[in-house]
């Protein structure tokens, strides 16, 4: 059973980059048909789909955070990873990472298997 | 862009009885392909987000078939026959078929009476 595990800095500074891995097991990364997504959600509030990456490396990103959105892809450790530059306390949140599964080439269902999950605070 | 609204946004209900939430969105939900793109997830509390229903009425592996999902267009509707208690938690809607996001409702507080 593919299993997902977030990791990273739980505090980075104003301004600073956020940089967060999520690491699959269970399974190959590159095994069937699937994306790659992170998901936020601040303290009370409800959840946000950040972006998604495919295993060639296409990608797809919110509107409001893609200038700031990069992911990217490692498949000899089973990893993928978000960078977000420039963040302010507004990205305070639990961030979690899950995977998106396609269907006869549609992906479009949502995430279907999900990290824990992984606070970040960012500080002034 | 697509709006997601929940209602009711808090709902108390008694262990045993029905639940029902219901998701609107600003826009038909009907894909290019004839299918429709909505989904429902749990969160209870502490946890993370977790899958029940995909494309409207079909449950995921696992889920318990007192939770139902149902609607088309742009109503949708989540019921949970036979509250228990291990149902509290947080109710999410979400839709896929309009691009270039995914796009969540503002969620459901289910709790007990």
């Known amino acids: 059973q593919v299993q997902l595990q977030e990791s990273g800095p739980g505090l980075v500074k104003s301004s600073q980059t956020l940089s967060l891995t999520c690491t699959v097991s269970g399974d190959s990364i590159t095994s069937g048909s699937f994306y790659w997504t992170w998901i936020r959600q601040p303290a009370g509030k409800g959840l946000e789909w950040i972006g998604r990456?495919?295993?060639?490396?296409?990608?797809n990103y919110n509107p409001s955070l893609k200038s700031r959105v990069t992911m990217s892809i490692d498949t000899s450790n089973n990893q993928f990873s978000l960078d977000l530059s420039s963040v302010t306390a507004a990205d305070t949140a639990v961030y979690y990472c899950?995977?998106?599964?396609?269907?006869?080439?549609?992906?479009?269902?949502?995430?279907?298997?999900w990290g824990q999950g992984t606070k970040v605070t960012v500080s002034s | 862009d697509v709006v997601m609204t929940q209602s009711p946004l808090s709902l108390p209900v008694t262990l045993g009885q029905t639940a029902s939430i219901s998701c609107r969105s600003s826009q038909s939900l009907v894909y290019s392909d004839g299918n429709t793109y909505l989904n429902w997830y749990q969160q209870r509390p502490g946890q993370s987000p977790r899958r029940l229903i995909h494309?409207?009425?079909n449950r995921d592996p696992g889920v318990p078939d007192r939770f139902s999902g149902s609607g088309s267009g742009t109503d949708f509707t989540l019921r949970i026959y036979g509250v228990e208690a291990e149902d509290v938690g947080l109710y999410y809607c979400?839709?896929?078929?309009?691009?270039?996001?995914?796009?969540f409702g503002q969620g459901t507080k289910l709790e007990i009476k």
């Open positions: 990456i495919y295993i060639s490396g296409d990608s």
């Open positions: 494309q409207v009425s």
């Open positions: 979400m839709q896929g078929t309009h691009w270039p996001q995914y796009t």
């Open positions: 899950a995977r998106d599964a396609c269907f006869n080439g549609v992906c479009r269902n949502g995430m279907d298997v």
